[in-house]
């Protein structure tokens, strides 16, 4: 709209733009006052059509054909796809050409032009909004981030500066010990010929006086000592000690400092065709979008997913099962104790929790350590080396569900005591960095109730809930903004739909397990569901997926869990 004009003004003349409106050119397609319809209709050069505005029709601005002047374009040829007007399709060089009916040509372009916004206004443009709020936050958390590397250098500089200092005045000290034992040595061996001076001057002055006395008694007494002193005192020889400096070995100083990760920059793919299509119709196959990595092989899905192996747990209900390595998986279920199977059952490791009570879920974290909740006494526990630690104590809320992140962060589920709140917390260590539990107007994210709300990390970081109460997948990304809500495939009209166990893979999918209808959900990564694992399934409850994207699935009827190749 003209800045001048508003719903509540005059609609002006398109030329002048200071006088009302009253008539308009259906051939130019503009609007006209009295004064500019009477210029205008003296342009000889065109055919003008001008008519009340009222009684305009609305008709197509049709371009005007650049070989006859007073012709618009109101017809498609079809061969050269260009809009042609009449005289050229029948008399010109179109002439012979299939043609049709331009408006069919407009109407069937101005539905893709309309899908195109509405893909562009809801999906396309959100997705670079984020990525500029998310290259924001990262540009907004650089200097702790770098800060914090800085100060780490500095402190492994500091105790590097002690130890040398203690090394070096440990050496000083020797030395200086060495220095008061080679004195002592020396004064020792002074002493001893001093004294050996003195009797000598004794001796002398002694046979001085009996030459020169001349007394026979004092002559036929003597006896010499000359023998005795004609053997030189021993001289006491000491080497001072030698200093040996190493040559500095550079390498071994930054070792001895602590190694630095390179930094890493990658190129992500951007928004391609297929994720486009995805607006109209559920695809068949992964879409890439804004997050995909780049390095990342492409992995397409089964068209029938093929059971490999079967886990007898021993427990009466599994439900959580986390891979430690391909072949060997912790699992946890209806009592205290944690047990570490391989894929022929055999166990392990079995180890019981810290407060003797049935346990919430476990994870494995990037070290290899195992992670468990235990909602009775509100803790956090780490095992490491078979010895629990105790990593987060809560006040007012028990954990539930727990993930490991791939910055090695810990991500919680938690509910409050009195069950009537959710969110999902994450820790470094023992310390809160972040906490979720609100959108953007300040609604609730997760929904109240105290069953198990499973949670993980895709590769692009979103972080995804199995929300049980509110019958979906609840997905955030990495700053917490909301992303999509996933409430199970339209088709669905048997049960509602319950999600319950939920874990991601290579390909950013997101699996989530409907136990009561005896079946996996896998979705992409902005939530479009691509296809059901059955497989045999007796109701799926916790998942997890090891480094080759195998799917493993402990099953609460059988005490079984089932490791299954899906992609």
């Known amino acids: 709209m003209h800045p001048r004009r508003s719903a509540q003004e005059v609609l002006l003349c398109d030329l002048c733009e200071t006088v009302p409106l009253q008539s308009h050119c259906e051939l130019c397609n503009i609007n006209l006052c009295v004064n500019c319809a009477v210029k205008h209709l003296s342009d000889s050069s065109k055919r003008h059509k001008v008519v009340p505005f009222?009684?305009?029709?609305?008709?197509?601005?049709?371009?005007?054909?650049?070989?006859?002047?007073?012709?618009?374009?109101?017809?498609?040829?079809?061969?050269?796809?260009?809009?042609?007007?009449?005289?050229?399709a029948l008399f010109g060089?179109?002439?012979?050409?299939?043609?049709?009916?331009?408006?069919?040509?407009?109407?069937?372009?101005?539905?893709?032009?309309?899908?195109?916004?509405?893909?562009?206004?809801?999906?396309?443009?959100?997705?670079?909004e984020e990525m500029v709020s998310n290259v924001q936050t990262e540009k907004a958390e650089l200097e702790t981030n770098y800060g914090k590397l800085t100060t780490d250098a500095d402190e492994q500089g500091e105790i590097l500066h002690r130890e040398i200092t203690a090394i070096v005045n440990q050496r000083t000290s020797a030395i200086e010990e060495m220095k008061t034992k080679h004195l002592d040595a020396l004064n020792k061996n002074t002493d001893e010929i001093t004294q050996k001076i003195t009797e000598l001057k004794q001796i002398i002055s002694d046979l001085k006086s009996i030459l020169k006395s001349n007394k026979v008694s004092l002559t036929s007494t003597y006896k010499s000592r000359n023998s005795e002193f004609k053997t030189i005192p021993p001289k006491v020889r000491v080497t001072v000690p030698s200093f040996s400096p190493q040559k500095i070995n550079k390498d071994q100083l930054n070792e001895m400092l602590g190694s630095l990760s390179p930094l890493s920059i990658k190129t992500?793919?951007?928004?391609?065709?297929?994720?486009?299509?995805?607006?109209?119709?559920?695809?068949?196959?992964?879409?890439?979008?804004?997050?995909?990595?780049?390095?990342?092989?492409?992995?397409?899905?089964?068209?029938d997913p093929r059971l490999t192996a079967t886990i007898a747990t021993g427990y009466i209900h599994p439900y959580s099962v986390s891979c430690l390595r391909e072949d060997q998986v912790w699992t946890c279920g209806d009592n205290e104790i944690m047990k570490l199977l391989n894929l022929q059952s055999k166990l392990?490791?079995?180890?019981?929790?810290?407060?003797?009570?049935?346990?919430?879920?476990?994870?494995?974290?990037?070290?290899g350590d195992l992670v468990y909740t235990d909602y009775h006494d509100r803790t956090v526990n780490l095992i490491k080396n078979n010895k629990i630690q105790i990593v987060i104590t809560l006040q007012g809320w028990d954990p539930r569900s727990v993930c490991c992140t791939a910055s090695n962060d810990l991500l919680v589920t938690m509910i409050s005591d009195d069950g009537k709140q959710s969110k999902v917390v994450r820790f470094s260590g023992s310390t809160q960095k972040q906490s979720i539990q609100f959108d953007d107007q300040g609604r609730p994210l997760y929904s109240s109730g105290r069953y198990p709300r499973y949670i993980s990390e895709t590769r692009n970081l979103d972080i995804c809930v199995a929300d049980y109460d509110a019958s979906a997948v609840v997905v955030v990304n990495q700053s917490g903004k909301f992303r999509f809500r996933y409430t199970g495939h339209p088709s669905n009209t048997e049960l509602s739909f319950k999600p319950y166990g939920i874990t991601t893979d290579s390909?950013?999918?997101?699996?989530?397990?409907?136990?009561?209808?005896?079946?996996?959900?896998?979705?992409?990564?902005?939530?479009?569901?691509?296809?059901?694992?059955?497989?045999?399934?007796?109701?799926?409850?916790?998942?997890?997926?090891?480094?080759?994207?195998?799917?493993?699935?402990?099953?609460?009827?059988?005490?079984?869990?089932?490791k299954i190749q899906y992609l």
């Open 348 to 367: 392990l490791t079995s180890i019981q929790t810290k407060s003797r009570n049935e346990l919430g879920d476990i994870a494995v974290t990037r070290d």
């Open 93 to 128: 060089k179109h002439k012979g050409h299939d043609v049709s009916d331009i408006l069919e040509k407009l109407s069937a372009k101005t539905e893709s032009l309309q899908k195109d916004l509405k893909e562009l206004e809801t999906r396309i443009y959100p997705r670079y």
């Open 507 to 562: 390909q950013s999918h997101i699996l989530t397990a409907e136990c009561d209808n005896h079946r996996i959900h896998i979705l992409d990564q902005d939530g479009q569901f691509l296809r059901y694992i059955h497989c045999g399934l007796k109701f799926p409850w916790g998942l997890c997926v090891d480094i080759r994207d195998n799917l493993f699935v402990a099953e609460w009827v059988t005490a079984k869990v089932k």
């Open 268 to 303: 992500e793919h951007g928004y391609t065709k297929k994720s486009a299509e995805a607006v109209s119709s559920p695809p068949v196959k992964p879409m890439k979008s804004v997050e995909a990595v780049s390095s990342t092989p492409v992995k397409p899905l089964l068209d």
């Open 54 to 88: 009222l009684h305009r029709k609305s008709t197509p601005n049709y371009p005007e054909c650049p070989d006859h002047v007073d012709k618009h374009c109101e017809i498609y040829c079809e061969k050269c796809g260009v809009p042609v007007c009449s005289t050229c």
